[in-house]
């Protein structure tokens, strides 16, 4: 059983930056491939990126890529997501997810656990 518990989201103005973490529960966490999901209001869940459980190899939407970076830290078991140059049309609650396989299941939302998620808000 692993718990997800997602901090750092805020209002922000565009173009500043956030990051979020994702604190892991159980002594499991290497084992698991992390990603970030959002839903924005109205929409449904989509997939923002994921990283292998050896952080080594990270996976983005096209669109975020080149302005979020997720990473991890096994040793704290925790996971995070840079999020810079934000737009309005980032504002959405952020998951955390885990999946006990490769990224790929992520990227496909094949996932084992959900955060309970954060808000994020950019204003123009």
């Known amino acids: 059983q692993v718990q997800l518990v997602e901090s750092g989201g805020g209002l922000v103005q565009a173009g500043g930056s956030l990051r979020l973490s994702c604190a892991a529960s159980?002594?499991?966490?290497?084992?698991?491939?992390m990603g970030w999901f959002r839903q924005a209001p109205g929409k449904e869940r989509e997939f923002v990126g994921g990283?292998?459980?050896?952080?080594?190899?990270?996976y983005y939407a096209d669109l975020v890529k080149g302005r979020f970076t997720i990473s991890r830290d096994n040793g704290k078991n925790r996971a995070y997501l840079q999020m810079n140059s934000l737009k309005p049309e980032d504002t959405a609650v952020y998951y955390c997810?885990?999946?006990?396989?490769?990224?790929?299941?992520?990227?496909?939302?094949?996932?084992?656990?959900w955060g309970k998620g954060t808000l994020v808000t950019v204003s123009s």
């Open positions: 997810a885990a999946r006990f396989s490769g990224v790929q299941d992520i990227m496909m939302g094949k996932i084992d656990y």
């Open positions: 159980g002594r499991t966490f290497s084992s698991y491939a």
């Open positions: 990283i292998t459980w050896s952080g080594g190899t990270t």
